[in-house]
Nanobody, 130 residues
């Protein structure tokens, strides 16, 4: 079992920054994958940033590349999402997710699909005003 608790959301003006945190408890290992997703009402949950725990490799959606950074504090077992140069279109509920099912070869773009993750946090709201 893995429990995920997000924090750090809030309201900010365009161009500002926020850092989201995801405190993870329970068993994690190098075969696991963690990610940040976001969702606005009426739309599918969108993968934003992915971190492969074993290799430290990160991957980002094109819409946030160069502005967002995913990282992890191993000692604290906490996942972060640093969001800079925020835009109104970044407004969404942000979710932390974990995949503990192992990672098949050529996983690639599947890492950005919500159906590939088996643990989710409750979400934290980010609102960016123009």
């Amino acid at each position: 079992q893995v429990q995920l608790v997000e924090s750090g959301g809030g309201s900010v003006q365009a161009g500002g920054s926020l850092r989201l945190s995801c405190a993870a408890s329970g068993y994690t290992n190098s075969r696991h994958l963690m990610a940040w997703f976001r969702q606005v009402p009426g739309k599918e949950r969108e993968g934003v940033a992915v971190l492969y725990l074993g290799t430290g490799i990160t991957s980002y959606a094109d819409s946030v590349k160069g502005r967002f950074t995913i990282s992890r504090d191993v000692a604290e077992n906490t996942l972060y999402l640093q969001m800079n140069s925020l835009k109104p279109e970044d407004t969404a509920m942000y979710y932390c997710a974990s995949r503990t099912l192992g990672i098949p070869s050529n996983f690639g773009a599947r890492a950005f699909s919500a159906r590939e993750y088996n643990y989710w946090g409750q979400g934290t709201q980010v609102t960016v005003s123009s």
